[in-house]
């Protein structure tokens, strides 16, 4: 063999060696390269409360804002536009940055703040009063106050009894909220009964004059349990009789 045979076989196998090890590290770093899976987040809007909605407010648009919020975190109670729920009456305190939702707000047709307010099973009954009957201008919404009845018979005795017991001042005037502690002089008190109520308190109305006075809120209205013998029927022929048992 030439030398020159042999200087040629040499090249050859140095060009097949070095395209050997370039086909090896292709072959190997496309072994070990990571792959990178990019995952698609879908956000949709929600409305959510820009701060504190107190219950019974009005919502406008100071009161609301808008974020993003992951599609399957989404459900039909939430809402996606501003604009519908400008002008609806809130039923429960909303906090800042609390998702808005249908429970949180009044039925469609409850209207008014205080229709709102009232709870289920509850009435709403307004009366009149002065300085003197609305506690001197104290009475504020959320108050819990007692009802008296004065019934005069004559212009030397009269009667005065506790007609309700602690019921809840939903407005005064056309008031059903405030954060004041401020004496207001009011001209009508509405309080929050049960429909049986209701009916005692008119009826007391008509009666005589009705006085409000004002409750602790921290108050427990203690129950009095009466204890009663329990009793047997003696029956005799055609008569019969009731004897209490004795312990």
């Given at each position: 063999?030439s ?13 097949f060696g ?5 086909f ?10 990571p ?7 879908e956000?949709?809007p ?9 219950a ?6 100071q ?5 993003l919020l992951?599609?399957?975190w989404?459900?039909?109670?939430q809402?996606?536009s ?20 249908v429970q949180?707000?009044s ?5 008014s ?5 009232i709870?289920e ?9 002065d ?5 001197a201008?104290?009475l ?14 004559s ?11 602690d ?6 005037d056309?008031?059903?909220?405030t954060?004041e ?15 049986k ?29 009466r204890?009663?013998a ?16 004795k312990?």
């Amino acid at each position: 063999m030439s030398r020159n045979q042999v200087i040629l076989l040499f090249l050859l196998s140095v060009i097949f060696g070095l395209g050997a090890v370039f086909f090896a590290k292709q072959w190997m770093d496309s072994q070990v390269q990571p792959t990178v899976e990019v995952e698609v987040v879908e956000r949709e809007p929600v409305v959510v409360a820009a701060l504190e909605i107190t219950a019974g407010s009005v919502i406008e648009q100071q009161h609301i804002s808008t974020k993003l919020l992951e599609k399957d975190w989404r459900d039909d109670n939430q809402y996606t536009s501003e604009e519908e729920l400008l002008g609806q009456v809130v039923a429960n305190t909303i906090y800042a940055g609390e998702i808005i939702t249908v429970q949180r707000l009044s039925n469609p047709g409850e209207g008014s703040t205080l229709a709102a307010l009232i709870p289920e099973n509850k009435r709403a009954v307004t009366i009149r009063v002065d300085d003197v009957i609305g506690v001197a201008g104290f009475l504020l919404p959320g108050n819990k106050v007692d009802v008296l009845n004065t019934v005069k018979y004559s212009e030397t005795s009269a009667n005065t009894v506790t007609v309700l017991k602690d019921i809840k001042v939903l407005a005064v005037d056309q008031t059903a909220k405030t954060k004041e502690n401020k004496p207001v002089i009011v001209r009508a008190v509405t309080l929050e009964v049960t429909p049986k109520d209701a009916e005692k308190l008119l009826t007391a109305r008509s009666r005589g004059d009705i006085q409000l006075t004002l409750r602790n809120p921290y108050e427990e209205e203690k129950v009095v349990k009466r204890y009663v013998a329990p009793s047997v029927t003696i029956i005799k022929g055609t008569e019969s009789s009731k004897i209490r048992v004795k312990d």
